[in-house]
């Protein structure tokens, strides 16, 4: 079992940045951020493939950037209060596509990071 945590959550005014971290225990060929917001269906925002390739939900395309090192980022710019919402970190063992829409493709997950955008 992968084991991930995140961090840098927090509560901000609309136009304001977050970055969020995710640390995992072992290396993921695929790894993507999650949201869900009260009530609301879980939402894939981006994936990143071992090789580097990434994906963006259209909603947060322009405004957040994932990103991996030795830890998985998610640089999110221009906040919205439509972004208010609890984060997650996944990682998926095998999906070569690697596509964060594909929730049921990611076998392991954090225990998530609140972010509050107020207007």
């Known amino acids: 079992q992968l084991q991930l945590l995140e961090s840098g959550g927090g509560s901000v005014q609309a136009g304001e940045s977050l970055r969020l971290s995710c640390r995992a225990s072992?290396?993921?060929?695929?790894m993507a951020w999650f949201r869900q917001a009260p009530g609301m269906e879980r939402e894939g925002v981006a994936s990143?493939?071992?090789?580097g390739m990434t994906t963006y939900a259209d909603s947060v395309k322009g405004r957040f950037t994932i990103s991996k090192e030795n830890i998985l980022y998610l640089q999110m710019d221009s906040l919205k209060p439509e972004d208010t919402a609890m984060y997650y970190c996944?990682?998926?063992?095998?999906?070569?596509?690697?596509?964060?829409?594909?929730?049921?493709?990611?076998?392991?997950w954090g225990q998530g990071a609140q972010v509050t955008v107020s207007s």
């Open positions: 990143i493939a071992s090789g």
């Open positions: 996944a990682a998926a063992r095998q999906f070569s596509g690697c596509y964060s829409s594909d929730s049921d493709r990611f076998d392991d």
């Open positions: 072992a290396v993921a060929r695929c």
